[in-house]
């Protein structure tokens, strides 16, 4: 039997999703709170690796078991033994040709920033940048990244196949913050950070406008300055393939 989980969390105090050696992370939390529930060795795959530090409002993950269990009472029992910056939000049973990973048809992922006074209480959950941001300078600079490029440029993973295709990017900004939507078919190590550093990077003139293709271009990451924090970084929504 097959197990789709849906769940939300903080990413501060964890060094990531995927399991590690002697570190905490989101994947052996979820696993030995599921293992102990089922009394068996429960594996669990994931539907990204998000990084250290960085959040999920919607994340989903699969794992199997023979054992049949009702899926409400499941979602109680793992919100009792789970710490309390992680949270089951929904279970449901489906059927073998559902992964996690291999179904996704997108992603998107939000990045927030505080262009307001320095708030300590929110430094984890956001980037505290406290500055003005010119919204429509970066709205002209996104628009080189939407569609499908070659963005080498833009981590730091030395996989051989580094095209993605960048459905949208939004801005919103609500009061001081400016929250970034940013949906595509999947994406690179530190890939959105490195996006968003380049946005910062536009709005305080050290980089134009129009150096955004000429860095997409030349697939060198020398050519971008420092990735933005993990701690503005979240996970929003998961599109799935219907099976």
């Known amino acids: 039997m097959r197990y789709k989980v849906c769940i939300c969390y903080d990413g501060t105090n964890y060094y990531g999703f995927q399991k590690q050696k002697d570190k905490l992370t989101i994947q052996s939390e979820l696993e030995r709170v599921l293992s102990k529930i089922f009394n068996e060795s429960i594996n669990i795959i994931g539907c990204s690796r998000t990084d250290r530090g960085v959040h999920a409002n ?31 939000k929904s279970i449901s049973k489906v059927n073998n040709e559902f992964h996690a990973r291999y179904s996704v048809i997108s992603k998107e992922y939000i990045y927030l920033i505080d262009t307001g006074v320095y ?90 406008v129009s150096d955004v293709s000429k860095i997409l271009e030349s697939k060198d990451r020398t050519k971008l300055g420092k990735k933005t924090e993990s701690s503005g970084l979240y996970l929003n929504e998961v599109n799935y393939e219907r099976l």
């Open 58 to 88: 919607n994340f989903y993950f699969h794992f199997d078991t023979q054992k049949e269990k009702d899926t409400v009472k499941l979602v109680v029992s793992m919100n009792k033994l789970l710490p309390k910056d992680i949270y089951t």
């Open 119 to 208: 708030k300590p209480t929110l430094r984890n959950i956001l980037l505290e940048y406290n500055k003005n941001i010119d919204v429509s300078k970066l709205e002209k600079a996104s628009k080189y990244l939407i569609g499908t490029h070659d963005f080498k440029s833009f981590t730091s993973d030395e996989r051989e196949n580094t095209i993605r295709t960048i459905n949208y990017i939004k801005f919103e900004k609500d009061k001081d913050i400016l929250k970034i939507r940013i949906n595509g078919d999947g994406f690179l190590k530190y890939m959105i950070r490195n996006i968003v550093g380049l946005f910062l990077e536009i709005n305080e003139g050290i980089k134009s």
